[in-house]
């Protein structure tokens, strides 16, 4: 029986998402393409918000994966830092600027929408504060990637700084709770209150979130490709200039 | 083709179209990288093979 | 540990202005400050607590890169590293070094400068209090970026991108102990939760700054 770790050895990786990664990345285009297409064309308007309903295929979507990719480089930054699986390490590298994307994404259709809404572009609410600081962090968190040029202290410093980092965004998050009481509505979707929401956004919603679920996964599969082929390219010249 | 919007057509279009710009523009990006390090790692490859 | 303690705050006080740079800063920002706002009494009251945290944070920043460069570029880091002291202990004390010279003169000039800034007086004492307890925790933190980015050739910018949103904990309940005070709220939830956060920092961050220290010196 194999086990999950096999996939930690760059060969193997290699191979398994040469066939993965087109998979996936086809299967990312068309659900994302279905769920937006749905929700732009087909959806009604809501009687208080108008057609800014719409956004919400966007705004859920790409808010809850710039969450999720921080969560998967810090558990990809712990693999790293306790099993010393390289792969696991690059895989971090190259969900940061997805994550950074996605949290882009989040707060311009945040902003767009809250214009009409609230009568606001922006506004010091706990939960746009909170996106912003995660924003800040995945700047910080690239740019020290990118400063290090030694690949093995670049993941390990990169690793303690996402672990530090996670503490200080959870501790961020609360006290920007603390300091202002917000306007931003409640989660929309949330397992006991399923009525909330009506089915009719509900279905495209759950649809464009596994379509960017998808397109993060793809990404970040082809973001490690290329870092694993630019390690083995650098250790090949590196061989060569040895002889 | 473009569904009724009322007043907030500038607010909903300029939604999509920023977001699918910015995840065109990084899918484009990751696409170029790994097409150069695919190339450049075949080069090396190569040069490697005839020397040897 | 002493001796360790006593060489960095000499050097710091000798080595070419790290010590009063900050000092210097914070006192230009609160003069700059009501030149740009305008002289409006109530106005600079109000915002008097956030300016004086804001600056206070932004001078920790400025001293930050000669906690490790100076050791770095000498090699005297791999002594320390290699000393019968762990490594963990040294990095504490090169942050309470820091706070000597730089957190302490912020906390003793603060009170005159919210004098400029039209302080209520209720606030002065909270002022004080609260960088007290906080200005430690902006140190350490200060010291783990410093870790982080001391091998590099330009890490000054890179060092405040990463060091100011691990401030932002800090600032926020800081300063809002200062305007709760000021204002006559309770002041329970900010004090605890601000030196909570400078405990938690000072008990764990020495042992990621190590661990940092450890890996750059590799």
Same mark, same amino acid.
Request: hydrophobic share 60%.
């Given at each position: 029986m194999s086990s999950f770790w096999e996939y930690a050895n760059p060969r193997k990786f +290699?191979?398994?998402?040469?066939?993965l990664l087109p998979v996936v990345a086809w299967s990312a285009v068309v659900v994302t393409a279905t769920g937006l297409i749905w929700g732009?064309?087909?959806?009604?308007?809501?009687?208080?918000?108008?057609?800014?309903?719409?956004?919400?295929?966007?705004?859920?979507?790409?808010?809850? +994966? %710039?969450?999720?990719?921080?969560?998967? +480089?810090?558990? %990809?930054?712990?693999?790293?830092?306790v099993r010393r699986h390289h792969v696991s390490a690059l895989a971090a590298k190259a969900a940061a600027p997805v994550g950074l994307i996605m949290t882009m994404i989040a707060l311009f259709t945040g902003a767009v929408w809250g214009q009409p809404m609230w009568g606001t572009w922006w506004a010091w609410d706990p939960r746009l504060t909170s996106f912003l600081i995660l924003f800040l962090l995945y700047l910080g968190y690239i740019a020290l990637w990118a400063a290090i040029e030694d690949p093995d202290t670049g993941a390990d410093l990169t690793a303690v700084l996402c672990l530090v980092g996670t503490v200080f965004a959870l501790l961020s998050r609360y006290a920007a709770f603390f300091w202002s009481q917000g306007l931003?509505?409640? &989660?929309?979707?949330?397992?006991?209150?399923?009525?909330?929401?009506?089915?009719?956004?509900? %279905?495209?919603?759950?649809?464009? +979130? &596994?379509?960017? &679920?998808?397109?993060?996964? &793809?990404?970040v599969l082809a973001g490690t490709r290329t870092e694993i082929r630019n390690r083995r390219m650098k250790a090949l010249v590196a061989r060569e200039r040895m002889a | 083709m473009i569904p009724e919007l009322g007043r907030y057509a500038t607010e909903v279009l300029s939604a999509y179209v920023v977001s699918l710009a910015l995840l065109g523009g990084i899918v484009a990006w990751y696409w170029l #990288? $790994? #097409? $150069? $390090?695919?190339?450049?790692?075949?080069?090396v490859e190569q040069r490697q093979e005839r020397n040897e | 540990m002493i001796a360790l303690l006593i060489r960095d705050l000499r050097l710091a006080i000798r080595a070419g202005g790290g010590f009063g740079l900050g000092l210097a800063f914070f006192l230009i920002l609160a003069v700059l400050v009501p030149l740009g706002v305008g002289p409006e009494p109530a106005v600079l009251a109000a915002i008097a607590p956030g300016v004086l945290w804001v600056g206070a944070l932004l001078a920790c920043l400025l001293s930050l890169d000669r906690i490790f460069a100076l050791d770095w570029e000498d090699g005297s880091l791999d002594l320390l590293a290699t000393a019968p002291i762990p490594l963990e202990g040294v990095v504490t004390i090169k942050a309470m070094a820091h706070w000597i010279t730089t957190g302490l003169p912020l906390v003793l000039a603060a009170p005159v400068l919210g004098v400029l800034l039209n302080l209520p007086p209720e606030a002065f004492g909270w002022l004080v209090i609260s960088l007290l307890l906080g200005t430690p925790a902006l140190s350490v933190i200060g010291t783990f970026g410093a870790a982080l980015t001391v091998g590099l050739k330009r890490g000054g910018l890179l060092l405040s991108l990463l060091v100011l949103p691990l401030y932002i904990p800090t600032l926020v309940f800081g300063a809002e102990l200062v305007s709760r005070g000021a204002a006559g709220l309770p002041i329970q939830t900010a004090l605890a939760l601000l030196a909570g956060i400078t405990a938690g920092s000072v008990a764990i961050l020495p042992f990621a700054s190590a661990a940092v220290i450890r890996i750059n010196l590799r």
């Amino acid at each position: 029986m194999s086990s999950f770790w096999e996939y930690a050895n760059p060969r193997k990786f +290699m191979q398994t998402t040469d066939w993965l990664l087109p998979v996936v990345a086809w299967s990312a285009v068309v659900v994302t393409a279905t769920g937006l297409i749905w929700g732009f064309f087909f959806t009604p308007d809501d009687f208080r918000q108008g057609s800014t309903v719409k956004i919400i295929f966007l705004h859920v979507p790409s808010a809850l +994966m %710039a969450i999720n990719a921080w969560i998967m +480089m810090l558990v %990809a930054s712990l693999v790293w830092v306790v099993r010393r699986h390289h792969v696991s390490a690059l895989a971090a590298k190259a969900a940061a600027p997805v994550g950074l994307i996605m949290t882009m994404i989040a707060l311009f259709t945040g902003a767009v929408w809250g214009q009409p809404m609230w009568g606001t572009w922006w506004a010091w609410d706990p939960r746009l504060t909170s996106f912003l600081i995660l924003f800040l962090l995945y700047l910080g968190y690239i740019a020290l990637w990118a400063a290090i040029e030694d690949p093995d202290t670049g993941a390990d410093l990169t690793a303690v700084l996402c672990l530090v980092g996670t503490v200080f965004a959870l501790l961020s998050r609360y006290a920007a709770f603390f300091w202002s009481q917000g306007l931003h509505q409640g &989660a929309s979707l949330s397992l006991q209150s399923g009525t909330r929401v009506d089915w009719a956004y509900k %279905a495209p919603l759950y649809v464009s +979130m &596994a379509g960017f &679920a998808l397109i993060f996964v &793809a990404l970040v599969l082809a973001g490690t490709r290329t870092e694993i082929r630019n390690r083995r390219m650098k250790a090949l010249v590196a061989r060569e200039r040895m002889a | 083709m473009i569904p009724e919007l009322g007043r907030y057509a500038t607010e909903v279009l300029s939604a999509y179209v920023v977001s699918l710009a910015l995840l065109g523009g990084i899918v484009a990006w990751y696409w170029l #990288r $790994a #097409r $150069a $390090a695919r190339s450049q790692l075949d080069q090396v490859e190569q040069r490697q093979e005839r020397n040897e | 540990m002493i001796a360790l303690l006593i060489r960095d705050l000499r050097l710091a006080i000798r080595a070419g202005g790290g010590f009063g740079l900050g000092l210097a800063f914070f006192l230009i920002l609160a003069v700059l400050v009501p030149l740009g706002v305008g002289p409006e009494p109530a106005v600079l009251a109000a915002i008097a607590p956030g300016v004086l945290w804001v600056g206070a944070l932004l001078a920790c920043l400025l001293s930050l890169d000669r906690i490790f460069a100076l050791d770095w570029e000498d090699g005297s880091l791999d002594l320390l590293a290699t000393a019968p002291i762990p490594l963990e202990g040294v990095v504490t004390i090169k942050a309470m070094a820091h706070w000597i010279t730089t957190g302490l003169p912020l906390v003793l000039a603060a009170p005159v400068l919210g004098v400029l800034l039209n302080l209520p007086p209720e606030a002065f004492g909270w002022l004080v209090i609260s960088l007290l307890l906080g200005t430690p925790a902006l140190s350490v933190i200060g010291t783990f970026g410093a870790a982080l980015t001391v091998g590099l050739k330009r890490g000054g910018l890179l060092l405040s991108l990463l060091v100011l949103p691990l401030y932002i904990p800090t600032l926020v309940f800081g300063a809002e102990l200062v305007s709760r005070g000021a204002a006559g709220l309770p002041i329970q939830t900010a004090l605890a939760l601000l030196a909570g956060i400078t405990a938690g920092s000072v008990a764990i961050l020495p042992f990621a700054s190590a661990a940092v220290i450890r890996i750059n010196l590799r």
